[in-house]
Antibody, heavy 114, light 108 residues
Framework: EVQLVESGGGLVQPGRSLKLSCLAS????????MNWIRQAPGKGLEWVAS????????YYADTVKGRFTISRDNAKNTLYLQMTSLRSEDTALYYC???????WGQGVMVTVSS | DIQMTQSPSSLSASLGDRVTITCRASQDIGNYLSWFQQKPGKSPRLMIYGATNLEDGVPSRFSGSRSGSDYSLTISSLESEDTAIYYCLQYDKYPPYTFGAGTKLELK
């Protein structure tokens, strides 16, 4: 069974940093690209970033480019999202998801507030 | 960037009704269009991919279709468990992947 489990969320002050993790199991993680998707409270879905299986290709939404970094450790079956210079508008539930968004984690909440 | 215009934003229908939700792409995206269902407090669930292909485990009352730049999700006979928010997603020309704004489907 495919499982994606996010962790690392919490309350953080504006301008600070936070690193999210997503532990994958039930499939050969190293063979698949991965994504981060977020959802602000009561709002729709927003794609954040994508990374290819070998980290050769990385893409970001304009709203996070230059502030967020997606990475992965295939030996640890783990996807990461390093978030810096956080803003109130980054407050959202962050999901990791598989290549074609056919598998999603349960999400981890990030709240940016003073 | 490609814009996905989803309509309606909300929809109220009765049990057994035929329901259709539509997304219009601002540029050609071929059949690179997915539909997701999201219930309150849950992660989105992939329902349709490639515009018309039913994901494994999705009830056959769900179907996807395309007419030009318009993509539709149809529920042939609405059941109570289908109440949710539905989103379309284009994955042809990325970055960025682009979601529609969502359609909230409720029972009348």
């Amino acid at each position: 069974e495919v499982q994606l489990v996010e962790s690392g969320g919490g309350l953080v002050q504006p301008g600070r940093s936070l690193k999210l993790s997503c532990l994958a199991s039930g499939f050969t993680f190293s063979n698949y690209g991965m994504n981060w998707i977020r959802q602000a409270p009561g709002k729709g879905l927003e794609w954040v970033a994508s990374i290819s299986s070998s980290s050769s290709y990385i893409y970001y939404a304009d709203t996070v480019k230059g502030r967020f970094t997606i990475s992965r450790d295939n030996a640890k079956n783990t996807l990461y999202l390093q978030m810096t210079s956080l803003r109130s508008e980054d407050t959202a539930l962050y999901y990791c998801a598989s290549t074609y968004l056919d598998y999603w984690g349960q999400g981890v909440m990030v709240t940016v507030s003073s | 960037d490609i814009q996905m215009t989803q309509s309606p934003s909300s929809l109220s229908a009765s049990l057994g009704d035929r329901v259709t939700i539509t997304c219009r792409a601002s540029q050609d995206i071929g059949n690179y269009l997915s539909w997701f269902q999201q219930k309150p407090g849950k992660s989105p669930r992939l329902m349709i991919y490639g515009a018309t292909n039913l994901e494994d485990g999705v009830p056959s009352r769900f179907s996807g279709s395309r007419s030009g730049s318009d993509y539709s999700l149809t529920i042939s006979s609405l059941e109570s468990e289908d109440t949710a928010i539905y989103y379309c997603l284009q994955y042809d020309k990325y970055p960025p992947y682009t979601f529609g704004a969502g359609t909230k489907l409720e029972l009348k």
